[in-house]
């Protein structure tokens, strides 16, 4: 059975402190993505990775950054936490396939729904 | 640029009724993919179909049924039926052959099937 798994569901932070969210997923994926959901915004895109090491900007990357040193694990970075960072992530993965995967499904996970006070 | 609409924010319908959500898409590329996704309370979005811009056939899937009619630009989902686990929020997704997997999503409708 396919795998994304998010390393909290919920998460309580203080404005300023350094935010870590993870994700693994055990599909062998190469790509994997960032987004947040918020009431009547949808899904708004953070930042995907298409390979280890590699990145790329979504819609809303201001006030994040994302490492991937390791092709099954994806970590999003809140450098200095605000109250408008107080969201649900999602993270997800799908294959790269022919043409980078244009149509292939994304498999997410069940999220994080972080506040920061 | 890339758009999906998905007017409906709200629906409430009363058990073994249908009902039907709608999704607009924008985009002047000519090959491209739709997708659904249903995200129930627990949170995971769940991937229901997709669909690529070369196949205009409709899907059934017991009672579930997809309309795709790329005159109008549309990809509209219909429930057949519907039962109390069919609460949920459902998302339409677009994504384009030219821009990997990255997928264009629209800003759901929430569907409350009452009992």
């Known amino acids: 059975d396919v795998k994304v798994t998010q390393s909290s569901r919920y998460l309580v932070k203080r404005t300023g402190e350094k935010v870590f969210l993870e994700c693994v997923q055990d599909?062998?994926?190469?790509?994997m993505f960032w987004y947040r959901q918020d009431p009547g915004l949808g899904l708004r895109l953070i930042y995907f990775s298409y390979d280890v090491k590699m990145k790329e900007k979504g819609d809303i990357p201001e006030g994040y950054s994302v490492s991937r040193e390791k092709k099954e694990r994806f970590s999003l970075i809140l450098e200095s936490a605000s109250t408008n960072q107080t969201s649900m992530y999602l993270c997800a993965s799908s294959s790269l396939g022919w043409g980078g995967g244009a149509g292939n499904e994304q498999f997410f996970g069940p999220g994080t729904r972080l506040t920061v006070l | 640029a890339q758009k999906v609409t998905q007017a409906q924010t709200e629906i409430s319908v009363v058990e073994k009724e249908d009902v039907t959500l709608d999704c607009v898409y924008e985009?002047?590329?000519?090959?491209?993919?739709l997708f659904w996704y249903k995200q129930p309370p627990s949170g995971e979005l769940v991937f229901l179909i997709r669909?690529?811009?070369?196949?205009?056939q409709n899907e059934i899937s017991g009672r579930y049924s997809w309309n795709f009619q790329k005159s109008t630009s549309s990809f509209n989902f219909t429930i057949t039926a519907s039962q109390v686990v069919d609460s949920a929020v459902y998302f339409c997704a677009l994504s384009l052959a030219n821009t990997g997997n990255q997928f264009y999503f629209g800003t759901g409708t929430s569907l409350t099937v009452i009992p």
């Open positions: 599909m062998d994926h190469e790509n």
């Open positions: 985009t002047r590329d000519t090959t491209y993919y």
């Open positions: 669909r690529n811009s070369f196949d205009e």
